[in-house]
Structure formats: C-alpha cells, structure tokens
C-alpha cells in the first residue's frame, strides 16, 4: 500500500533558523506531490507542488521543496524562518489512478520569536 | 469567490445519536472529496464524488457513514450511529474537474467528537 511518511512530528526552532521538514513516500509510479500548510485556525492551503520538470519547486511564503526520485523524497525547505511559519505542514501524494491525496502524519511547526 | 464552507464546525454527540455534517464545494467544482484525521494522524481519504456520483468510497469506514450530494452540489456526510471511534475532524475538498481535478481547495473542517 501507498504511504506517506514525515520524519518529524514536531519541530521547535527559533526565527531566522533554517528548516527543512522530510517526507518520503512508498509509490513506485508516477508521482504528483504537494506541501500543505494548516496555520492555527485556518483552513488547510497549497504551498507548493511538484509535477514534472525542475525538481526543485518554489511555493509561497519563501518555501521551496525539492523532488529526488531515486530517494522517493520530497523534502520542504525554507532558508529563514519567521514566528508566522508556526503551524502545521502535510506532505501529500496525488494518485492518478485513485483520484485522492494520501497524506502523511503532518509535523508541528513552531517557531519562537 | 467564496472557498469551501462545512458546518458546523464543531458537534458533540453521544454515542449511538446520530450527525451530519455539510460541505459546500467552490461554486462550478465537480470534484468534491471527504478526508478524516483521527487522533492527530494522517489525513485520511474517504470518498470522492464527481458531480452527484460516487467515483470512489473505498476510504469510507463501514456502513454507520453515507455520504449524498444530491445534484451534485452541496454534500452531507452522515455517521449512525456515532461510536467513539469517529471522533476526529471531518475535512471537505473541492477541486475542478478534468487535469486541475489535483488541485483540492480544502474547507475548514468540522471537528466532531462523540462521547
């Protein structure tokens, strides 16, 4: 079965740390692949995606995530981060023949000031 | 454009009673989709409706859950009877349909918890 796995579920740096959040999937074919973020009390949105092409994508808010195949990864990483960045962040693969995403754990951001 | 709304947000229910939750999809999305995460685990995938059409509900737990979106608009999510094990938050997708069907616009949520 196809999973989806994030190596930390809890992550505490301090601002202007870099951070890089893991997610490895199990999927053999064609992958699509995505990093959601879910800020306190808000609804779950897109920061990036990978299709094709360039295996490293940029998405909003400075993150940018890159795509190693051979390694079945696809790890989130941002240089800088700000006290706003607290939340949480689920890596997801889309499944052509299932037409779903399949999420992984998520990981807890926070970020102190 | 208004995104995608549930309600409620929150229900407590017992166990045994009964409760159905609401979607409403962005305006001329075909693609609407019910995802669960339970006890702070993954965000699991339930059904996905194409339209008023099941495409898929392999995901959905056993029969105490039916799920309608009746001409293909508006979907309600219904759990009878509610068992302990339900507690968790109910998300609602929307997407467009044919290749941009990958790009899901994920509601609120609806935190349920049968006690």
């Known amino acids: 079965a196809q999973s989806v796995s994030q190596h930390n579920h809890h992550v505490i740096l301090s601002e202007a740390a870099s951070l890089e959040l893991g997610c490895n999937y199990s999927y053999g074919g064609t992958v699509n692949l995505f990093w959601y973020v879910q800020y306190p009390g808000q609804h779950l949105q897109l920061l990036l995606k990978y299709f094709s092409g360039d295996p490293l994508v940029k998405g909003i808010k400075g993150f940018e995530a890159e795509f190693i195949k051979s390694k079945f990864s696809f790890n989130l990483r941002k240089p800088s981060v700000q006290w706003s960045d607290t939340a949480e962040y689920f890596c997801?693969?889309?499944?052509?023949?299932?037409?779903?995403?399949?999420f992984g754990g998520g990981t807890r951001l926070m970020v102190k000031p | 454009e208004a995104g995608v709304t549930q309600f409620p947000s929150h229900s407590v229910i017992e166990k045994g009673q009964t409760v159905t939750l609401r979607c409403d999809p962005i305006?001329?999305?075909?693609?609407l989709y019910w995802y669960r995460r339970v006890m702070g685990k993954e965000i699991k995938f339930l059904l996905h409706f194409v339209k008023e059409s099941k495409q898929d509900e392999s995901g959905m737990p056993n029969n105490r859950f039916l799920a309608e979106r009746t001409g293909g608009t508006y979907s309600t999510l219904k759990v009878q009877p509610a068992e302990l094990e339900d507690s968790g938050v109910y998300f609602c997708?929307?997407?467009?349909?044919?290749?941009?069907?990958?790009?899901?616009?994920f509601g609120p949520g609806t935190r349920l918890t049968v006690t």
């Open positions: 997708a929307s997407s467009r349909p044919g290749t941009f069907s990958y790009e899901q616009y």
């Open positions: 997801a693969v889309w499944r052509n023949a299932g037409n779903m995403l399949t």
């Open positions: 305006s001329g999305h075909d693609n």
